[in-house]
């Protein structure tokens, strides 16, 4: 095993299936001389060449466009999206076309591709470099979303959405590019399901789900209130669509307790879904109301260091809603 960051486990999954399958191509705003605006791609052009690493115009639907259309044609294009923010413009091509082509085919035509976008706040970037986008195309069916919390599952979830033969939509949390390490194996190749959510940290008490960077922060907010006596499990989702159902009620037939947090807007956020799953199967087993923690209802994270810190949940908020829960 090695340690390494998020964006180096991103890295090694793109560079092994461009190895594995000569189909496989990344294309994109700066994925090649410069490696990315992360230097997520950084080395992939000199190793593979600029047919296979394709710098693109500033053209979000562009670069969608062009993945839909290779993939139909048996190609398996990664299309990165500098930040998440920018994807509005290829919206109606992953909407209405990538969702929807193997169901309109009558399942003659698939579309194999992976649409990759660094999302959500923390690093200073302001309105239009912090976005979080998940919860708009967790409501699309034909689409699958996924967002890993550490380097090990981005690896092995990165490479598992490149072979599947659907379109996949792959939200890395930037904040934790280099902040998140984790060991992954040196010379074993593996992939991590799509599907499964994973319980990260066993407990009694209560139980907390999240994803991405939250996830990180909570499994440090549980340990901090585990010196409380407070025994929180920890489920990270991972795949938000399609949803784990068992995993997030059985947790919740255990604990009876619920705490869900995601860093978009609070309102119409992911945290809603998993709310209403849990409302819908799991009322019964609940001794407290199910509680989310989300982004506050303002249009965007501010550029604003201190307000920005107002902004995003971070371990002491997460440690803060754990003790009001645990308390009921």
Same mark, same amino acid.
């Given at each position: 095993?090695?340690?390494?960051?998020?964006?180096?486990?991103?890295?090694?999954?793109?560079?092994?299936?461009?190895?594995?399958?000569?189909?496989?191509?990344?294309?994109?705003? &700066?994925?090649?001389?410069?490696?990315?605006?992360?230097?997520?791609?950084?080395?992939?052009?000199?190793?593979?060449?600029?047919?296979?690493?394709?710098?693109?115009?500033?053209?979000?639907?562009?670069?969608?466009?062009?993945?839909?259309?290779?993939?139909? $044609?048996? /190609?398996?294009?990664?299309?990165?999206?500098?930040?998440?923010?920018?994807?509005?413009?290829?919206?109606?091509?992953?909407?209405?076309?990538?969702?929807?082509?193997?169901?309109?085919?009558?399942?003659? #035509?698939?579309?194999?591709?992976?649409?990759?976008?660094?999302?959500?706040?923390?690093?200073?970037?302001?309105?239009?470099?912090?976005?979080?986008?998940?919860?708009?195309?967790?409501?699309?069916?034909?689409?699958?979303?996924?967002?890993?919390?550490?380097?090990?599952?981005?690896?092995?979830?990165?490479?598992?959405?490149?072979?599947?033969?659907?379109?996949?939509?792959?939200?890395?949390?930037?904040?934790?590019?280099?902040?998140?390490?984790?060991?992954?194996?040196?010379?074993?190749? $593996?992939?991590?399901?799509?599907?499964?959510?994973?319980?990260?940290?066993?407990?009694?008490?209560?139980?907390?789900?999240?994803?991405?960077?939250?996830?990180?922060?909570?499994? /440090?907010?549980?340990?901090?209130?585990? &010196?409380?006596?407070?025994?929180?499990?920890?489920?990270?989702?991972?795949?938000?669509?399609?949803? &784990?159902?068992?995993?997030?009620?059985?947790?919740?037939?255990?604990?009876?307790?619920?705490?869900?947090?995601?860093?978009?807007?609070?309102?119409?956020?992911?945290?809603?879904?998993?709310?209403?799953?849990?409302?819908? #199967?799991?009322?019964?087993?609940?001794?407290?109301?199910? /509680?989310?923690?989300?982004?506050?209802?303002?249009?965007?994270?501010?550029?604003?260091?201190?307000?920005?810190? #107002?902004?995003?949940?971070?371990?002491?908020?997460?440690?803060?809603?754990?003790?009001?829960?645990?308390?009921?």
């Amino acid at each position: 095993m090695a340690e390494i960051t998020l964006v180096e486990a991103i890295r090694q999954a793109m560079d092994e299936e461009l190895a594995h399958d000569e189909n496989v191509f990344i294309i994109g705003e &700066d994925v090649g001389v410069r490696g990315g605006v992360f230097r997520a791609t950084v080395g992939l052009f000199d190793k593979y060449g600029g047919d296979r690493v394709i710098d693109s115009p500033l053209a979000e639907l562009t670069i969608v466009g062009v993945g839909v259309g290779a993939a139909l $044609y048996g /190609k398996r294009p990664i299309c990165e999206i500098q930040f998440a923010d920018f994807i509005y413009p290829a919206f109606n091509q992953i909407v209405s076309e990538a969702a929807k082509m193997y169901y309109r085919s009558n399942g003659e #035509w698939s579309v194999p591709m992976v649409i990759r976008a660094p999302y959500g706040g923390g690093i200073g970037g302001g309105l239009y470099h912090s976005q979080s986008v998940e919860a708009f195309f967790t409501h699309v069916p034909g689409l699958k979303v996924v967002i890993p919390s550490n380097p090990y599952d981005a690896k092995g979830l990165l490479k598992s959405a490149v072979r599947d033969p659907n379109p996949v939509m792959f939200f890395e949390p930037k904040k934790g590019y280099r902040l998140i390490k984790g060991d992954v194996p040196d010379d074993e190749e $593996y992939t991590v399901p799509i599907g499964p959510a994973k319980v990260a940290r066993k407990g009694s008490d209560l139980s907390l789900f999240a994803y991405g960077m939250m996830h990180h922060y909570a499994l /440090k907010a549980a340990q901090m209130v585990a &010196d409380e006596g407070i025994d929180v499990e920890v489920i990270d989702l991972r795949t938000l669509y399609p949803v &784990d159902r068992e995993t997030i009620l059985s947790s919740i037939r255990k604990t009876s307790k619920a705490l869900i947090v995601h860093e978009d807007n609070l309102t119409g956020g992911y945290g809603a879904e998993i709310a209403a799953t849990i409302a819908e #199967w799991s009322f019964m087993d609940l001794d407290a109301p199910v /509680k989310r923690l989300g982004g506050p209802d303002v249009p965007a994270v501010p550029f604003s260091h201190p307000m920005q810190e #107002w902004f995003m949940v971070n371990t002491d908020k997460i440690a803060d809603a754990i003790r009001e829960l645990a308390s009921f």
